[in-house]
Nanobody
Framework: EVQLVESGGGLVQPGGSLRLSCAAS????????VGWFRQAPGKEREGLSC????????YYANSVKGRFTISRDNGKNTVYLQMNSLKPEDTAVYYC???????????????????WGQGTQVTISS
């Protein structure tokens, strides 16, 4: 059974940092690209970042470029999203998603992804 489990969300003050984790199981992890998405109340889901499976090529949305860093540890079947300089507008539920790397066409489009986690809440507030 394919599973993606996000963790690491929480409440932080503006300017703070969080590191999200996405733990995967049930598939050949190093053959899959993994993306991070978020959805704020009343807004559409937004693609933030993606990392390929084998070579670790990364992609970022302009809204997070320079503040967020995606990485993966294939030995632990885990992808991370390091988030720095957080802003109130980063408040959202954050999701990770996976797709076979060979099927990936648009790294930041949710329609490209086959498997999704349940999400973790990130709240940025003073």
């Amino acid at each position: 059974e394919v599973q993606l489990v996000e963790s690491g969300g929480g409440l932080v003050q503006p300017g703070g940092s969080l590191r999200l984790s996405c733990a995967a199981s049930g598939f050949s992890f190093n053959e899959y690209a993994v993306g991070w998405f978020r959805q704020a109340p009343g807004k559409e889901r937004e693609g933030l970042s993606c990392i390929s499976g084998s070579r670790g090529v990364t992609y970022y949305a302009n809204s997070v470029k320079g503040r967020f860093t995606i990485s993966r540890d294939n030995g632990k079947n885990t992808v991370y999203l390091q988030m720095n300089s957080l802003k109130p507008e980063d408040t959202a539920v954050y999701y990770c998603a996976a797709v076979p790397e060979s099927h990936l066409e648009q790294p930041l489009w949710e329609s490209d992804y086959d498997y999704w986690g349940q999400g973790t809440q990130v709240t940025i507030s003073s």
